[in-house]
Each structure stands twice: as structure tokens, then as C-alpha cells.
């Protein structure tokens, strides 16, 4: 597999990025809704996903935390890399086809980039280099085994807390290259969520974020590109200042609601456009909250009562499929059947209409996180492992014709003792 292609990486992220902006895009920009109302079945386009999520911010599920010792760099790329492996290996004898693997978990890159610095995640030091390319070195291993793997990146993210030591981090890597968009464009940053974040309402930054996926898709063989439901991330005591921006860019919206909605259209047409531009076959893909809308404030909404990805994230995921602008959608529903606000079947049900009379693939993101878990609103979660509660989950997946595969979430848990009689289940499930 080729990592590099010979054009220079600069030129074409100019190129796309003077096409994506240069022109209205067309209603549909991928998969066009024109066409009759059949799904594509799973069948006729690909085997059923069978996939996991493979989280790397914070070293959730890789790499090791013990490895993570600058005194000897060659053990700790090898214990990384080992680990990696084996992973695989695992996923492998499950039956999973498909790793989402977090190569972008805030403002720095698990691959050799031109635009971020290196992630702290592999050395413990931002910007330095880890003695390997963990995406190349991902895609060689997850092909070598017959194991897809979709480039999972948090568009807007730059750091998961504001503490004055990570201030200091993101602050010593401005003689870096290449140094941090913190530094680089301290005007982007906003805090959100207690975190800091790039403000969504400024074009430049959506280029910007454009530009990364440009790089990834030109320079790997990457299978697909994701982003995850984190748009805009405010949380009640942390909401983002984006006064100043609404007032410069937000003319002619009815309410900063409808003007964030924009920005987020914005980054998902343009990302869109973009990976086609550069490689039609490299899928782009969306993971948001599994509610767009509840009923009870639109009725296109789910008979449901949760925080919904249109109203808290400003992100019209509903209309993203109807303009054919995603391959594939991976709702997070990440509820039991009984869970009476949010129901798994309700919800599931909901999205294979919304996906029915368009081309884009529907994905079901399961909470494996919760199987084994007590929990007093959940309780099916420990009912005999969970096992019940994840047949009948993979069991309405399977029946429902518009659902072409799950998700889960995240590898790590496929490795703890409360869910051995889940993953034992899988394994005769979907392994070989």
C-alpha cells in the first residue's frame, strides 16, 4: 500500500480547499436522493459492518499506559506496536471487520502530519516524534488481517482540559514543526465544555479542518473517514464565547441557533465534497447522538425524551442523509430496549426510515461500555452478562433491512471480566 501519492500534499489540500469553497454545493453531493427509494442492501454493496470503536484520547484503549517511557523509546514502540497486534488479533477471532480507529483525539495527529504536531498519547510529550506512523502502521496490520479501518478524528477539539500544565505543553511547541493550532491561531481558540476547542464559526478553521482530512485521505490508504458527535461540545457551566464570531459571520440568521446549525452544514459539505474529490471509493461517515430530534419539538422526531444532536450540538444529522452528504451514518444508541425515553427499537427503527429512500448506509453504535454495568435506570445491562439485551439489540439490527451493520463501543471492554459473557456470545456470533 502506498503511504505518500507523488502530487505535493500542500498543492492538493489547496486545490480542494479553493474548490470547496468557490461554489454553492450541489443538493446532493455523494449519494444522490433522486434516486428510487431502495436502500442499497448490505449484500449488493458489502458484507454487514461488524465493527468497534478503537479510542485513543486519554490512552483509553491504546497505547498501553506502561508503555509510555521516554528512557527507552525502541521497548515502548515495540510494546505499543505489540499491543496493537494483539488487539487486532483479538478482534479478528471475533469476527470484527471494521476498527474506527481515533487518529485526531484533540489537536494533535497519530500520523506523520505536515499540519499537527505529534500526539502526546504515544511519548507523553506533545510533538515528539513516536519512532513509527501509528496509522500506517495500523492500516498494514488491520489489512494484513482483512480488517477495514475508518480514520475516526474529533474535528474541533484541541485539548481535553485547560489546566495551566497543558497550556504550558501546547505553549512549548511553537518551535516545533509543526507547532500547534493553539499557538499558531490563539484567535480560533475558545473554551468549551472545559476544554479548549477551534470556534466552528469561523471559515478558516472549517478550511482547516478540511485541510487535515485532505492530508489523511491523499497520504493513506485509509477505508473510510469519521467524525464523532463532538460539534458543538458546550456542557451548562462551560458554554462557548462565540458572541464576537455570530456578530461578524451570523448575519442574516434568524438566531444563533439557525447560524451554528450553518457552520456545522458548512464543515460536513466541504469535508464531504472534499474526500470524494480526492478519492471517490474512501467512505465519510458520521457518528452523532443517537437522538436528532425528540418529538415532542418537531414531529419528524423520535417518540423519545433525550438530548438531541440538533438542539445541543447544532448538527442536522437527519438532513446530512437526506442530501446524500455521508456513506454511512453510526447513531450512538446507546440505550436498552426498556430504557422508556430513549428506546434501543424506537430509535433504531426511526433512523431506517430516515435512511430509507436514500443510499446512505445506516450503522447502529451499541453501548458494549454498559453490558455488566449496575445500573439502577438500566438494570438489562447485567441481566446473564447483558447477553438478552445484546441478542435482542443484534437481532433487530439483522431483521431491519435499512441496517447494514453495529458498531461498538469500545475495544477496551471487549477485554473486562463483566462482559466475558458478551464477547464469549459475539465470538460465536460473528466469529469464525
Not at 486519554?58 to 506502561?66: E, K, N, T
Not at 452544514?265 to 457518528?287: A, D, N, Y
Request: include cysteine; charge should be positive.
Amino acid at each position: 500500500m502506498t503511504r505518500k501519492v507523488k502530487t505535493s500534499g500542500a498543492f492538493i489540500i489547496a486545490a480542494i480547499l479553493l474548490a470547496s469553497c468557490s461554489s454553492k454545493p450541489p443538493v446532493s453531493l455523494v449519494t444522490p436522493v433522486t434516486k428510487p427509494a431502495h436502500p442499497a442492501s448490505p449484500s449488493q454493496n458489502q458484507e454487514p459492518v461488524r465493527g468497534v470503536w478503537l479510542a485513543t484520547v486519554s490512552r483509553l484503549d491504546w497505547p498501553p499506559v506502561a508503555s509510555v517511557n521516554p528512557n527507552n523509546a525502541s521497548t515502548r514502540v515495540s510494546q505499543q506496536q505489540q499491543a496493537l497486534k494483539n488487539k487486532l488479533d483479538n478482534l479478528k477471532s471475533l469476527g470484527i471487520n471494521t476498527v474506527f480507529f481515533q487518529i485526531k483525539p484533540d489537536g494533535t495527529a497519530l500520523w506523520q502530519s505536515k499540519i499537527l504536531p505529534w500526539s502526546d498519547v504515544m511519548t507523553g510529550k506533545i510533538g515528539e516524534d513516536p519512532g513509527y506512523d501509528p496509522l500506517q502502521f495500523m492500516l498494514d496490520e488491520a489489512h494484513k488481517r482483512g480488517i477495514k479501518v475508518h480514520a475516526w478524528l474529533n474535528p474541533y477539539r484541541v485539548s481535553t482540559n485547560t489546566k495551566p500544565s497543558t497550556v504550558a505543553e501546547l505553549n512549548n511547541t511553537l518551535s516545533d514543526q509543526p507547532p500547534s493550532v493553539f499557538v499558531l491561531h490563539r484567535d480560533w481558540i475558545r473554551i468549551s465544555g472545559d476544554r479548549y476547542v477551534l470556534d466552528p464559526g469561523i471559515p478558516e478553521v472549517r478550511d482547516w479542518i478540511t485541510s487535515v482530512v485532505a492530508e489523511v485521505v491523499s497520504r493513506y490508504d485509509v477505508d473510510g473517514v469519521q467524525f464523532d458527535d463532538y460539534f458543538y461540545t458546550e456542557s451548562p457551566g462551560s458554554r462557548i464565547n462565540d458572541n464576537p464570531t455570530f456578530q461578524k459571520y451570523g448575519q442574516g440568521f434568524d438566531s444563533k441557533a439557525d447560524w451554528r446549525r450553518h457552520n456545522t452544514q458548512q464543515l460536513i459539505e466541504q469535508v464531504s465534497r472534499t474526500i470524494k474529490q480526492l478519492k471517490p471509493g474512501v467512505e465519510f461517515g458520521v457518528s452523532p447522538a443517537g437522538v436528532w430530534r425528540n418529538r415532542s419539538f418537531d414531529p419528524a422526531g423520535s417518540d423519545t425524551r433525550g438530548a438531541a444532536a440538533y438542539d445541543e450540538s447544532f448538527a442536522d444529522t437527519r438532513k446530512w442523509v437526506q442530501q446524500g452528504l455521508l456513506d454511512y451514518i453510526a447513531p450512538q444508541l446507546y440505550w436498552p430496549f426498556a430504557r422508556d425515553a430513549a428506546r434501543y427499537d424506537v430509535l433504531a427503527k426511526w433512523w431506517a426510515d430516515v435512511v430509507k429512500p436514500t443510499n446512505t448506509r445506516l450503522y447502529i453504535g451499541v453501548a458494549l461500555y454498559k453490558v455488566g454495568e449496575p445500573s439502577r435506570k438500566e438494570p438489562d445491562w447485567t441481566v446473564n452478562g447483558g447477553v438478552p439485551e445484546l441478542k435482542k439489540q443484534l437481532d433487530l439490527n439483522e431483521s431491519l433491512p435499512q441496517i447494514s451493520g453495529t458498531i461498538l463501543f469500545r475495544e477496551n471492554n471487549l477485554n473486562q471480566p463483566q462482559t466475558r459473557e458478551a464477547v464469549s456470545y459475539l465470538k460465536n456470533r460473528w466469529g469464525s
